[in-house]
């Protein structure tokens, strides 16, 4: 403790404070406050100093390390397996380190289970019973193949195979629906485009073939029919997350093995017949042990969580999207000498498939680049550029309607010391909290936008004129009703200063109004800070709300050639927002405003 003493009093005056700070409140009750030495033990009691950490360091590095440890084990019970002779004495010893392997997948599974306690731990128990089923199939196999190196088909395991694949699915399927819960439908479409292409080939290929009625054929089928449903998992599970824990790659690389043998299992069997102790035997083991080492891994508790994802299509997902998009096409040629019409009527219906999934696929990427435009990332309001397009299409609407428009500009107080004291991930937090708290203040067909930096504007059309002081307090009461979180542990007083203006009282053209609100959120600020100022003065004559043409047409004056006569300018263009000031990411700055 004398050695946390003196970081203490060493560190007693570093944290620099620059201008005035909001007031920091204390956290509710349950919150894990800041430790004395600014940091806790993850999941400890208040005030543990950091150094106490090392105390638990050993277990976790065993944790770390396990999973590793699991693989190289494995990897050498399969060197043994295949370094064994395949005749003799020695069939014994291949086919204990043949079911050894894949036992050794489920007991993996409820070891990382009671080791790790994932939620939902169901769904990692049914993976395991899973594993169980197809260990038991593999150890049925190798007793009835091993004595005489053959074996009947379909024979027993073959059914306990085909049923443990329900049961893998069931406890998959959650996982992969899990990690993106509000839906990623670019990776959703990419998904249903590679499983219509494996779909097309492996009927075309494994199923067709062995359709002759008895129960031979629907054993036969069955493999490539559950195949092609984890293979949509598999995709599933990898396509668009931009952070994949090790745990969900290594789930995805067992998944995409069985796929790989039960493949060649399928074509062994419509040639001279299965036989062991081949590649295909590897492939299996190979994923039995990755479904191992997941289970095993630390982050394994995190295979179901949600997960950030990106839609973004990069260029090895484009050349896989373009491969798969050619395979229908590509079958139909090979097929096009055989006479086979039904062969036919199935690839030209993977066609259709195919490019409708491809029509899909490029509608949303349309509408996805629409919303990147005029949305801003961080607080997911609309930007500057789509409130300024706003602001002269409602001041056209006005005009011909005789209402009243209103733009308001609000300023965060204070919003550079949060920065100082906290970083910049706090105010980016405090900003998102912010902005959420606006969206929560409008009325519904309001247009609210991040204007620039700690800036934001809120656009009311059908606004009445006595009715603006009031929308302005709600929006400053909303932002000041609770204190705004900036970190885990840290909540803020935050107030905020909003400028208002309204046409046509106080301005004749979209540009003199933002030039209004502008003035009024000055003076606001001037005033005190944490207040509503709205503006005051008539509006000059100017045709509402068409500028003046031509390029001497008169540009509103403002204090020192500030931000409001830049955005007059551009506003005044009404069309061509790509000119001279425009901001092309909707996100310009003026002067900083503390």
Known sequence: MAA???????????????????PAVACPPGDRPPSPVGLTLSGGPAGIPVAMASLARPASMAASWLWLGYLGAGAMVIGCYYALPGEGGWVTGRAVAYCATSASAAVAVFVGLYRYRPRPWPLWALIGLAQLIYACADAIFCVAYYPQASTTFPGVHDLLYLAHYPVLVAGVLPIARRRVPGGDLPS?????????????LSYLNLIEPRLDGDLSTLVAVGYPVADLVLFAIAVRLLLGLRRRPPAVALLAASLFALLAADTGYAIQLLGSGSSAGGPLDGIRLAGNLALGAAALHPTMTRVADPAPHSAELGRARLYALYLVGVVAPLTLAANAGKADTYMELVTAGAMVVTMALIMARMRHAEV????????????????????????????????RGDAVLALFLIDVD?????????????????????????????RSGDVVARYGGEEFALLAARTGQDDLRAVGERLRATVAAAPVPVTDVTALAV???????????????????????DRALYAAKTAG????????HPATPVNWPRPPDGPDAPVPTTRGGSRA??????IREAGDLEGPGADPGGRGRGPARS
């Open 4 to 22: 946390v003493n003196d970081f203490r009093r060493a560190n007693a005056d570093r944290r620099p404070v620059r201008g005035p700070s909001p």
């Open 188 to 200: 959703l479409l990419d998904g249903l485009l590679a499983a219509t292409a494996a779909a097309t």
């Open 368 to 399: 996805r680049q629409r919303w990147l435009a005029n949305t801003d990332v961080l607080t997911g309001l609309r930007t500057r550029r789509f409130l300024e397009t706003r602001l002269v299409l409602e001041a056209a609407r006005a005009r």
């Open 414 to 442: 204070h919003f550079k010391s949060i920065n100082d004291r906290f970083g910049h991930p706090a105010g980016d937090r405090a900003l998102t909290e912010i902005a959420r708290r606006l969206r929560a203040a409008a």
């Open 495 to 517: 107030t905020v200063s909003v400028g208002g203006a309204a046409a046509p009282a106080d301005a004749a053209s979209p540009a003199e109004l933002v030039d209004r609100a």
């Open 529 to 536: 800070r944490d207040r509503v100022v709205l503006s005051d």
């Open 565 to 570: 006569a830049r955005d007059s300018s551009r």
